[in-house]
């Protein structure tokens, strides 16, 4: 979004600004509105409408004219669902201990923990990758230092269309990939409620008596 607003006009810190204020700003109303979209959708469903609401805005903005307001809605409308979906990973991260621990008996929050953040940086990674492609292809300008200030570049047309790929068709075939695997999430409904049953009642059974303790102690 940066790269795009600083190439896209010569206003470009300000328009960068605005874009990002309003992603964010969409993001963390998401966010705060986790618990109670929470209440009335499972997992699974929530990442299939978030995942259809940003494809379809990504989309949406690929065919539209670039200006301020068309990318600003777009963007307002974008970061909703990635704020909603970026909050609940980190629930689902929790249940998928639980659901280590209803299936073996054991709990694994190393191993889940240690997963995730090479997940984070092999997402990391190939986000760089990527945007690192279509920049030498689409033979983006770098700013030119004068006078201890960068100054940017004016981009080709082809570059243009490259830093539009970077925030439109590309997000959304990240979005369609998402759907994907939440196909295989099953653990919603009655089957997460079960799980958690019965490790509760597992915990409880392994659990020392205590009046077993306090004869112990005397």
């Known amino acids: 979004i940066g790269m795009f607003g600083k190439s896209f006009t010569i206003n470009g810190a300000a328009l960068t600004t605005l874009l990002l204020v309003g992603w964010g700003v969409s993001g963390y109303l998401g966010m705060i509105l986790t618990p109670k979209i929470c209440a009335k959708f499972n997992f699974r469903q ?76 092999t997402m990391t990674a190939l986000q760089s990758g990527v945007v690192s492609v279509v920049l030498i292809t689409s033979k983006f300008v770098q700013p030119l230092k004068v006078n201890g200030e960068l100054v940017v570049q004016e981009q080709s047309s082809k570059t243009i269309n490259g830093l539009i790929l970077l925030i439109t068709l590309l997000p959304a075939l990240g979005w369609a990939l998402s759907i994907v695997p939440m196909k295989y999430y099953t653990f919603i409904g009655d089957e997460r409620k079960q799980a958690h049953r019965e490790i509760l009642q597992r915990r409880e059974q392994t659990q020392p008596d205590k009046s077993d303790l306090t004869e112990n102690v005397d």
């Open 46 to 121: 929530i990442y299939y409408i978030s995942s259809v609401i940003g494809m379809v805005a990504c989309i949406a903005l690929f065919f539209m004219e670039k200006n301020l307001v068309n990318i600003f809605v777009c963007m307002l409308i974008i970061g909703f669902p990635f704020g909603i979906v970026s909050n609940i990973n980190y629930s689902m991260i929790a249940d998928s201990v639980d659901y280590v621990e209803w299936k073996t008996g054991r709990r694994s929050e190393g191993v889940t923990v240690s997963f995730q953040t090479l997940m984070n940086k």
